[in-house]
Nanobody, 115 residues
Protein backbone atom coordinates (compact mmCIF):
# COMPACT_ATOMS: atom_id res chain seq x y z
CA UNK A 1 0.00 0.00 0.00
CA UNK A 2 1.00 3.58 -0.71
CA UNK A 3 -0.35 6.66 1.05
CA UNK A 4 -0.25 10.07 -0.62
CA UNK A 5 -0.74 13.42 1.12
CA UNK A 6 -0.96 16.66 -0.85
CA UNK A 7 -0.33 20.18 0.39
CA UNK A 8 0.23 23.66 -0.98
CA UNK A 9 -3.11 24.60 -2.53
CA UNK A 10 -4.79 27.93 -2.00
CA UNK A 11 -6.04 31.15 -3.55
CA UNK A 12 -3.80 33.03 -5.96
CA UNK A 13 -4.29 35.90 -8.38
CA UNK A 14 -4.00 35.38 -12.14
CA UNK A 15 -0.36 35.41 -13.17
CA UNK A 16 0.75 34.18 -9.77
CA UNK A 17 2.48 30.99 -8.67
CA UNK A 18 1.89 28.09 -6.31
CA UNK A 19 3.83 24.95 -5.47
CA UNK A 20 1.99 21.73 -4.66
CA UNK A 21 3.65 18.90 -2.76
CA UNK A 22 2.74 15.22 -2.60
CA UNK A 23 4.41 13.13 0.07
CA UNK A 24 4.34 9.34 -0.30
CA UNK A 25 4.68 6.73 2.42
CA UNK A 26 4.33 2.97 2.60
CA UNK A 27 5.50 0.72 -0.22
CA UNK A 28 7.27 3.47 -2.13
CA UNK A 29 9.63 0.96 -3.76
CA UNK A 30 6.69 -0.37 -5.80
CA UNK A 31 6.00 2.96 -7.52
CA UNK A 32 7.05 3.38 -11.16
CA UNK A 33 5.38 6.71 -11.98
CA UNK A 34 3.89 9.67 -10.10
CA UNK A 35 2.11 12.81 -11.10
CA UNK A 36 -0.98 14.98 -10.94
CA UNK A 37 -4.52 15.17 -12.23
CA UNK A 38 -7.02 17.96 -11.69
CA UNK A 39 -10.79 18.29 -11.69
CA UNK A 40 -12.57 21.57 -12.24
CA UNK A 41 -16.20 22.08 -11.16
CA UNK A 42 -18.57 20.31 -13.54
CA UNK A 43 -15.74 18.75 -15.54
CA UNK A 44 -14.07 15.36 -15.74
CA UNK A 45 -10.78 14.72 -14.04
CA UNK A 46 -7.93 15.48 -16.44
CA UNK A 47 -4.30 14.47 -16.47
CA UNK A 48 -1.76 17.25 -15.78
CA UNK A 49 1.74 15.81 -15.56
CA UNK A 50 3.77 12.64 -14.92
CA UNK A 51 7.30 11.83 -13.81
CA UNK A 52 8.65 8.31 -14.23
CA UNK A 53 11.34 6.53 -12.25
CA UNK A 54 14.01 7.50 -14.77
CA UNK A 55 13.07 11.15 -14.34
CA UNK A 56 11.21 11.58 -17.62
CA UNK A 57 8.46 14.19 -17.37
CA UNK A 58 5.42 14.75 -19.55
CA UNK A 59 2.84 17.52 -19.42
CA UNK A 60 -0.60 18.24 -20.74
CA UNK A 61 -0.55 20.83 -23.50
CA UNK A 62 -2.64 23.18 -21.35
CA UNK A 63 0.15 23.48 -18.73
CA UNK A 64 3.30 22.93 -20.79
CA UNK A 65 5.78 25.75 -20.28
CA UNK A 66 4.03 26.95 -17.10
CA UNK A 67 4.08 23.93 -14.77
CA UNK A 68 7.16 21.96 -13.71
CA UNK A 69 7.11 18.57 -12.03
CA UNK A 70 10.08 17.54 -9.88
CA UNK A 71 10.86 15.09 -7.11
CA UNK A 72 12.96 14.60 -4.00
CA UNK A 73 13.58 10.87 -3.74
CA UNK A 74 15.06 11.15 -0.25
CA UNK A 75 11.81 12.66 0.99
CA UNK A 76 9.51 10.56 -1.18
CA UNK A 77 7.92 13.78 -2.38
CA UNK A 78 6.99 15.18 -5.78
CA UNK A 79 6.40 18.86 -6.41
CA UNK A 80 4.30 20.67 -8.98
CA UNK A 81 5.53 24.21 -9.49
CA UNK A 82 2.74 26.18 -11.15
CA UNK A 83 3.57 29.54 -12.70
CA UNK A 84 1.60 32.08 -14.73
CA UNK A 85 -1.61 30.68 -13.28
CA UNK A 86 -4.87 31.32 -15.09
CA UNK A 87 -8.49 31.19 -13.90
CA UNK A 88 -8.87 28.01 -16.02
CA UNK A 89 -6.33 26.34 -13.72
CA UNK A 90 -8.86 26.48 -10.89
CA UNK A 91 -9.52 22.90 -9.80
CA UNK A 92 -8.96 20.29 -7.15
CA UNK A 93 -5.52 18.84 -7.80
CA UNK A 94 -4.95 15.16 -7.07
CA UNK A 95 -1.56 13.53 -6.93
CA UNK A 96 -1.28 9.91 -7.95
CA UNK A 97 1.20 7.05 -7.92
CA UNK A 98 1.27 3.97 -10.12
CA UNK A 99 2.67 0.61 -9.19
CA UNK A 100 2.57 -2.36 -11.55
CA UNK A 101 -0.91 -3.37 -10.39
CA UNK A 102 -2.41 -0.41 -8.52
CA UNK A 103 -3.20 3.26 -9.03
CA UNK A 104 -3.14 5.32 -5.84
CA UNK A 105 -4.76 8.73 -5.27
CA UNK A 106 -4.21 11.50 -2.78
CA UNK A 107 -7.13 13.28 -1.14
CA UNK A 108 -6.86 16.39 -3.31
CA UNK A 109 -5.98 20.03 -2.69
CA UNK A 110 -7.95 23.04 -3.93
CA UNK A 111 -6.31 25.60 -6.20
CA UNK A 112 -8.30 28.74 -6.94
CA UNK A 113 -7.05 31.36 -9.37
CA UNK A 114 -9.07 34.53 -9.04
CA UNK A 115 -8.67 38.26 -8.66
Amino acid sequence: QVQLVESGGGLVQPGGSLRLSCAASGSIFSINARGWYRQAPGKQREWVATITNDGTTNYADSVKGRFTLSRDNAKGTVYLQMNILKPDDTAVYYCYADSRLTHYWGQGTQVTVSS
